[in-house]
C-alpha cells in the first residue's frame, strides 16, 4: 500500500515545471540579478586594480598584487563563508546573504577581472603610451583616450567568459542561504523526493541561459574581429 502511494506521489517533468515554474523562475530571476549586481561592482574593482597592476609605483603594483593572489588564492566557498559568517560575528554585526552573496561574487570576480585587465593594457605596445605622453597627454589620459579602448577588444571574449563563471558561480551561494536557482531546487526537492528530475531541469535551466550567453558573445567577438580587420 504505502509503495504503490509512493508511486501515485511521483512526478513527470512536465508536471513538475507546471507545478514549480513561478519558484523556478523566481530563482532564476534571483540568479541573473545577483550575477548582474556583482559583476558591475566586479568591473569596478577590476579595472581599478588592473590599473594599480601596470602602474608605475611599486607600492600600488604591490596592493593590486596582494588583493589578486588573496582572492585567487582561497576558494569562493571559503570567501562566502568568511564575508557571511566571520565578518559580521567579528564585528557584532548581522548580515543579510543576498548582500554577502553579492559582495562575494564582486570581490572574487573583481580579482580576476583585475587580471584581465593587466593582461589587455600589457598585449598593447608600450610604444602607444610614449607616443600619447609625447603629445602632452597625462598619464591617465592617455590611458583612458589610447590604451584601454584598444585594450577592450583584446580582453572582450576574456570578459564574457568571466561573466558566464560568475553566473554558475553563484550556485555556490546556497550554502549561505541564497534562494537563487540551485537553493530553489534544493528546496522543491525537499518538499517531493525528486531529486533527479529537479536537478535535471535546474541543469537545463542553467545550460539554457549559459548558451544564450556563449551566443551573444560570439556575436560580440565576430563584430569585434571585423572592426579590426577592417581598421
Known sequence: MDNRSLRRKSLSIPELIAQNWPRLLSGLGMTVEITIISLVFAAIIGLVFGLLSVAPQKALRAIALVYVDIVRGTPLLVQAFFIYFGIPMALGIRLDQNLAGVITLSL???????????????????????????????????????????????????????????????????????????????????????????????????????MILSKISKQIERKMSYGKNKN
Open 108 to 210: 572574487n570576480a573583481g580579482a580576476y577581472l583585475a587580471e584581465i585587465f593587466r593582461g589587455g593594457i600589457e598585449s598593447i605596445n608600450s610604444g602607444q603610451m610614449e607616443a600619447a605622453r609625447s603629445l602632452g597627454l597625462t598619464y591617465g589620459l592617455s590611458m583612458r583616450k589610447v590604451i584601454l579602448p584598444q585594450a577592450i577588444r583584446t580582453m572582450t571574449p576574456a570578459l564574457i567568459n568571466q561573466c558566464i563563471i560568475t553566473l554558475k558561480d553563484t550556485s555556490l551561494l546556497s550554502v549561505i542561504g541564497v534562494v537563487e536557482l540551485t537553493q530553489t531546487g534544493k528546496l522543491i526537492i525537499a518538499n517531493n523526493y525528486e531529486s533527479f528530475k529537479m536537478w535535471l531541469i535546474v541543469g537545463v535551466m542553467y545550460f539554457i541561459v549559459i
